[in-house]
């Protein structure tokens, strides 16, 4: 059983930055993928952004620009760095790693941007 913890949520303007972490228990490289995704007050769960094995990312199109994943996989660690933030990015933000037969979350981590 692998454990993801994140941190770095909290609140700030718009325009701000803000940098999420995301620690796994184990090596993080025995998934295919890892993630960020988001949920909005009342809304359904999505996908932020996602970097496979190889290193390859893809973004969500509200994301793209501002958004950044990247990876340090001696330390375990995902990274979700936010800039040029909007009140619209508000949600709870949930890390995430699966392969075809795991599929971990995280407990999330609230960011919040006022306008």
């Known amino acids: 059983q692998v454990q993801l913890v994140e941190s770095g949520g909290g609140l700030v303007q718009a325009g701000g930055s803000l940098r999420l972490s995301c620690t796994a228990s184990?090596?993080?490289?025995?998934?295919?993928?890892m993630g960020w995704y988001r949920q909005a007050p009342g809304k359904q769960r999505v996908l932020v952004t996602t970097?496979?094995?190889?290193?390859?990312?893809n973004y969500a199109d509200s994301v793209k620009g501002r958004f950044t994943i990247s990876r340090d996989i001696a330390k375990n660690t995902v990274y979700l760095q936010m800039n040029s933030l909007k009140p619209e990015d508000t949600a709870v933000y949930y890390c995430?790693?699966?392969?075809?037969?795991?599929?971990?979350w995280g407990q999330g981590t609230q960011v919040t941007v006022s306008s």
């Open positions: 184990g090596n993080i490289f025995v998934f295919d993928a």
């Open positions: 970097i496979i094995r190889d290193g390859r990312t």
């Open positions: 995430n790693a699966q392969s075809p037969r795991l599929n971990y």
